[in-house]
């Protein structure tokens, strides 16, 4: 009797280990990773917003300001700017760079993505910039919530001090 429960135990215990690496490999595809080119956009082209670019705010917001890396943010929020973009965006200011989020609407840039057949109703996508406006980050379905775990992927952009300072303010479950 002993060896029957032994062995339903260990028959337990494989077909769990098996769900939950299935489940790791799925949320490992969902989750938001670089890319080097996402349908009409290529790392090294132009961003969308760089400084003294004319954006679609209202003045004294109406001009990209000069910052030390740039984050455009398409089909996500309906429009913000920088911290009013919530958790990601409180982030990238501390960190010394300029984010604007966009719903796809009329005369929003899209680096050609509706042309190139996307459904940008239901794709987002986040594009980081160096302080000269090259695409340095392409990242297809990721959110402004995802910024500070993608800033992760673009430390060089600030100092070691500043990104490790900016880190510290995140609430804990960010860190």
């Known amino acids: 009797m002993n060896r029957y429960f032994t062995r339903k135990i260990k028959i337990v215990l494989i077909f769990s280990t098996i769900v939950f690496a299935l489940v790791g490999v799925l949320a490992w595809q969902k989750y938001p990773f670089g890319a080097k080119n996402y349908k009409t956009i290529s790392l090294g082209m132009q961003a969308a917003e760089g400084v003294g670019k004319h954006t679609v705010w209202a003045s004294p917001d109406d001009?990209?300001?000069?910052?030390?890396?740039?984050?455009?943010?398409?089909?996500?929020?309906?429009?913000?700017?920088?911290?009013?973009?919530?958790?990601?965006?409180?982030?990238?200011?501390?960190?010394?760079?300029?984010?604007?989020?966009?719903?796809?609407?009329?005369?929003t840039f899209d680096y050609g993505l509706r042309d190139a057949g996307v459904d940008m109703d239901k794709q987002t996508i986040i594009t980081i910039a160096d302080q000269n406006a090259k695409i340095i980050g392409i990242y297809p379905g990721a959110r402004i919530k995802n910024l500070p775990y993608l800033m992760r992927n673009h430390r060089n952009l600030v100092s070691k001090e500043r990104f490790k300072k900016c880190s510290d303010l995140l609430p804990r479950w960010w860190k």
């Open 63 to 107: 001009v990209v300001p000069k910052s030390d890396f740039y984050v455009y943010v398409l089909g996500d929020e309906s429009m913000c700017i920088g911290s009013s973009c919530g958790i990601g965006g409180y982030f990238v200011e501390c960190l010394g760079g300029y984010l604007s989020g966009y719903k796809i609407t009329g005369d």
